[in-house]
């Protein structure tokens, strides 16, 4: 399918992707790779790594894989700063590690829902905190006045409840909470902006054939509003305009609000473009909002 956004739209700029070895986290990998980016994932898997960077490398995106786990902070560290190393700046770190499994909450045990929660959860904050120094205005490439920007892979379980997720929904619930209070402290502080992408059942990944046997997902699209799965395309693009320049144009909200006021208020942050900070963009067809029909 062809991209809405122009090519060299991140041009320039360094991806770190969690779980950007397979899945939706793969097609992230690819498609900020094929607008610019220089790619890094972190995974668990040689393998998965190994073909995924070489998927990247055939289509000439400069890319490296890097073993690790979310969930160790010396692994965080050693990824963070490995990718700098290659690539010499971050610019966009995207969180996209993730565990899950369906199990009644009370046959889940403690550990299984520790896990969970410490890879989707705790990686997630894990991540984004060893990387500050990187992404942060002033850092390694970086102007003195603009830093980079994070998106948190979440989910709309949450939203509601979900059967048989209570680990899953838990974790992604935090994961929304920190993609806003990082949003809220570093936006103000460090010029990066945080934001998530929660999608709905996207055809061909391991959260719908692990989640949602085809008799589930058959039913199921009835009741999506636009009556079909999503594509891991649709992430991505998501994922594109997060992770680009694109946004409101600040000399509009300048006029609009009144930039000079904000200026002398102590608001130099809401001067810029780029203007989208701490929402999580539900990309799910409008399924989170729909009830099956009676
Ligand atoms: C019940 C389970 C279980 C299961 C593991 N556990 N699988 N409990 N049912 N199916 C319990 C174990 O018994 C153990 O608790 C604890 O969880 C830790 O299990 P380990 O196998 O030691 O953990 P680990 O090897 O670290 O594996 C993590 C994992 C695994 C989450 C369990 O499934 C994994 O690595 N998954 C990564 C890939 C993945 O799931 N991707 C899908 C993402 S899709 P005890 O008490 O026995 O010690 C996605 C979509 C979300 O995230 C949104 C959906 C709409």
Redesign the pocket.
Known sequence: MESPFKGDVLKGKVALLTGGGS?IGFELSLQLGKHGASIAIMGRRRNVLDSAVASLHSLGIPAIGFEGDVRKREDAVRVLESTVKQFGRLDILVNAA??????PAE??????FR??IE??AVGTFMMCHEALKYLKKGGPGKEPSSGGTIINIS???HYTASWY?IH?SAA?AAVDSITRSLALEWGTDYDIRVNGIA?G?IGD???VS??APEEVMSKERQNVPLFKLGEKWDIAMAAIYLASDAGTENSMVVDIIGGQALKAAGFPNLLRGKYVNGTTLVVDGGLWLSKPRS
């Open positions: 899945g993730a565990g899950n499994f369906l199990v046959d889940l045990s403690p550990n299984g896990t969970v890879i989707d989910a709309t379980l997720q899953v992604k999608p059942p990944t391991a959260g692990k989640l």
